[in-house]
């Protein structure tokens, strides 16, 4: 599967922004799908997963109540719409997926995907 992000851009703190995953190949709806997050001089880390259905979503304690993952099986697509963004979300976002878990698991480390977009940039001015 090929992965495009996009809907990044620079918003002042306290705005939102949604970014969007577009997959192309295999068939989506097989993919575990996620976002993560790498500041510069930082580790990339684990932002929200979602289950292949989309029944069961996670996300790290840092976004929890601001960010929201969600995903349409039918355009091959996952969102990451987020609000109330902080100077601290500022990072270079990436979607990742893949396909090798049971239905409503959710992956929630790097090494658990195998496929990675190329990252789309936030940017949170205070």
């Known amino acids: 599967v090929q992965l495009q992000a996009s809907g990044g851009g620079l918003v002042q703190a306290g705005g939102?922004?949604?970014l969007s995953c577009a997959a192309s190949g295999r068939?989506?709806?097989?993919y575990v799908m996620g976002w993560f997050r790498q500041a510069p001089g930082k580790e990339r880390e684990f932002v929200a997963g979602i289950s292949r259905s989309g029944g069961s979503t996670y996300y790290a304690d840092s976004v929890k109540g601001r960010f929201t993952i969600s995903r349409d099986n039918a355009k091959s697509t996952v969102y990451l719409q987020m609000n109330s963004l902080k100077p601290e979300d500022t990072a270079v976002y990436y979607c990742a997926g893949d396909y090798r878990y049971s239905d409503e698991y959710v992956a929630r480390v790097t090494r658990e995907y195998e496929y990675w977009g190329q990252g789309t940039q936030v940017t949170v001015s205070s």
Request: charged residues 30%; positive net charge.
């Open 16 to 18: 939102s922004l949604r």
């Open 27 to 30: 068939t989506f709806s097989r």
